[in-house]
């Protein structure tokens, strides 16, 4: 389409469905063009980056590691997310309200901003990879939601970075929803569910989903690609369980 085809096209648009926040519905001024408002950018908790763990939660200053971290062994060498998520419905949650429609309300033009906090996020891990992942969905699951969120992210994610996105894993067991499960029993749901992909190895590589609650799912993601003979593993996530930065008390 030429260029003022389209400026004619969203300009027919607008008119008839005016631009307006993905989250409160509240229709745009003329300066304002994208999915959130300035009130409801405003609302998203970010994670501060400046002083975390290896396992992507914020530490007080005295310490360097939080203690899970301190006495478990690492298969992710980090995990990084932009901010916090509440599984809760909250109309000041806003990021949490962003997520759940990109996931379940099948909008998928949210990818590009949501692909943008990871951008934001994972800065300082992006030297250090290779290629780009992404936590795969169970194919039947898959098709009945017509598309993998974790996978348009990590795609719009290696457009920004110029980074090669591939399909490293695949899950081969049907799990049940982990938001409904205990600590320990999701590490159990997921024992077992992916295996190694046909893609060409490398030395590096970040596996990119959209929430990340306990790690229970990425670790299981990053063992099985570990044993193929990837040395590091990292994860990037839009958000993360706010929850368990109330278990951690951070």
Not at 35 to 43: G, I, M, V
Not at 112 to 120: F, H, I, K, T, V
Not at 157 to 162: R, Y
Not at 169 to 179: D, F, H, R, S
Request: proline share 6%.
């Amino acid at each position: 389409m030429r260029p003022l085809d389209r400026a004619i096209a969203y300009a027919v648009l607008d008119l008839f469905y005016p631009p307006h926040c993905a989250v409160c519905e509240r229709p745009f001024g003329d300066d304002e063009r994208a999915f959130l408002c300035r009130e409801c950018d405003a609302k998203i908790e970010r994670i501060n980056q400046s002083h975390i763990c290896l396992c992507g939660l914020p530490l007080p200053e005295a310490l360097d590691l939080c203690p899970a971290c301190a006495q478990s062994e690492r298969v992710l060498e980090q995990i990084r997310s932009f901010g916090w998520y509440e599984e809760r419905e909250d109309p000041d949650h806003v990021l949490s309200a962003l997520i759940k429609t990109f996931k379940y309300g099948g909008e998928r033009a949210l990818a590009p901003l949501l692909a943008s906090y990871l951008d934001q996020a994972g800065q300082s891990l992006r030297p250090l990879i290779e290629q780009i992942t992404f936590v795969p969905m169970y194919p039947e699951d898959e098709r009945q939601r017509g598309f993998n969120q974790a996978e348009l992210l990590a795609r719009e994610l290696g457009k920004l970075w110029g980074i090669p996105v591939v399909r490293a894993v695949e899950k081969i067991k049907k799990t049940k929803p982990q938001a409904s499960l205990s600590h320990e029993a999701r590490r159990e749901n997921v024992r077992g569910a992916f295996r190694l992909a046909k893609f060409t190895p490398c030395a590096s590589i970040l596996i990119v989903d959209d929430v990340c609650t306990t790690g229970a799912t990425l670790r299981e993601c990053a063992q099985v690609l570990k044993e193929s003979g990837i040395a590091r593993v990292y994860g990037l996530t839009v958000a993360r369980a706010a929850n368990i930065r109330r278990a951690e008390g951070v």
